[in-house]
């Protein structure tokens, strides 16, 4: 077991072969390499990613799949390697979820760069989608049309 301390949970203990290794960091904290994927509740379709080293580090994702059912990209084959993928089963895909000072109804999801996770070994990467429509800020709720 491994015990982190975070800001949002306080002290707790995560079994070691659930962190999640980025070999690389994430762009704009390439430091941070080691993270739990922590739910939100049982419930719930979102997910704290949740850095190993620093308390206050924790994004907010969810599966993309739950608010875009025809999000689908292709992995390159160097993605696939880097990551050590070889059965489509073991991939978890997440997507970053951006909450702007406008609330909870306006949250987006990044559906350019997903979180790729090859859950048999525990590798992940944030990978850039290339010759994409997919963009950075999707919003995960419609705006409602006024009446």
């Known amino acids: 077991m491994r015990k982190l301390s975070t800001t ?9 072969k659930s962190i999640v290794t980025f070999e690389h960091g994430i762009p704009a904290f390439e430091d941070e390499r080691d993270f739990a994927i922590l739910p939100y509740d049982a419930e719930s379709p979102y997910l704290f990613l949740q850095s190993a080293s620093t308390p206050e580090l ?25 990551l050590g993928i070889t059965n489509d089963a073991d991939v978890l895909v997440c997507s970053l979820i951006t909450i702007p000072p406008t609330g909870i109804p306006n949250m987006t999801a990044n559906l350019l760069a997903p979180i790729v996770i ?30």
Do not use: C, W
């Open 8 to 16: 949002r949970f306080g002290e707790i203990e995560v079994e070691e």
């Open 58 to 82: 924790a994004f907010l994702m969810t599966d993309p799949f739950v608010f875009f059912p025809d999000y689908t990209f292709e992995l390159d084959d160097a993605n696939m390697e880097n």
């Open 118 to 147: 090859n859950q048999s070994n525990m590798k992940a990467k944030q990978v850039v989608l290339e010759k994409t429509n997919y963009t950075t800020k999707h919003r995960l709720f419609p705006e409602k049309k006024e009446e």
